[in-house]
């Protein structure tokens, strides 16, 4: 039987490996990073699974660019160079045809809600159980998204109207997008790019254009709405 081709993605190594012997049935807690949690045995094991990591979204591409038929993508929310749900809207606008499983620490409703909204197939807060990350793992597998049972993702409006345009943006303006929410000049951005001034320039032209505003500012605003408020404040992985 083919094995399913799946990659963590988190900058902890050691997490990393715990999150992989429990996908792949080992005894191993994960209690270290989610305490209180217990080890589980080895019953209802992901055995049809082949784990890839990675520590970093750049890591990430070359996996990707290296394995054609990844099934899915466990996503850690903030590593470094990431601020908040940026690296998985990048992730979605490159590979849209990969799932994608945030695995975080962050538990509250509205960054669920968030990232179900860009497009995860799942949310797993770093506090469940050993069998329940394995439950999750295995439904979206299965084509279904998953969140917590006890989770409401109806009770508050997302700005859908925001999501629709920076979902037309291009990967590569979406990088702009989010190093201009850094306060980095054109310059720096170009820098970094490793393209000229003026490409630069013809990209957030054609962000103001797609987000319909008027300059670099409102543009930082409005993805900045798309942003659960605590990130602004806290660093949680």
């Known amino acids: 039987m083919m094995k399913s081709k799946l990659v963590i993605v988190d ?7 715990a999150l992989k012997q429990a996908l792949d049935g080992g005894t191993r807690s994960i209690a270290g990073i989610a305490p209180g949690h217990a080890v589980v045995s080895s019953a209802g094991q992901l055995d049809d699974l082949d784990i890839r990591e990675a520590g970093s979204l750049e890591e990430l591409q070359d996996v990707l660019a290296q394995e054609g038929d990844v099934a899915l993508v466990l996503l850690d929310l903030n590593m470094p160079g990431v601020k908040g749900l940026s690296g ?3 992730l979605r606008a ?6 994608v499983v945030v695995v975080s620490a962050r538990e509250d409703a509205q960054t669920v809600r968030r990232c179900i909204e860009i497009g995860a197939s799942g949310y797993v807060p770093k506090s469940l159980p050993v069998d329940e990350i394995r439950s999750a793992v295995r439904s979206v597998l299965d084509g279904d998204v998953w969140v917590p049972e006890d989770y409401d993702l109806s009770s508050d409006a997302a700005p859908s109207d925001v999501l629709s345009r920076v979902a ?4 590569q303006q979406l990088r702009v997008l989010m190093m201009l929410s850094e306060g980095l000049l054109n310059k720096q951005i ?10 630069v320039k013809a990209h957030v032209s054609a962000i103001l254009q797609k987000l319909d ?3 670099r500012t409102q543009a930082v605003i ?9 990130w602004r404040t806290d660093e949680v992985a």
Do not use: C, W, Y
Request: charge should be negative.
């Open 190 to 199: 170009a820098f970094k790019l490793g393209v000229s001034e003026a490409t």
């Open 94 to 99: 490159q590979h849209a045809e990969i799932p």
């Open 213 to 215: 505003v008027d300059s």
């Open 222 to 230: 409005a993805i900045n709405s798309v942003e659960p408020t605590e």
């Open 168 to 171: 037309k943006l291009t990967p």
């Open 88 to 90: 998985l809207m990048l």
């Open 11 to 17: 900058d902890h190594p050691i997490f990393r490996g």
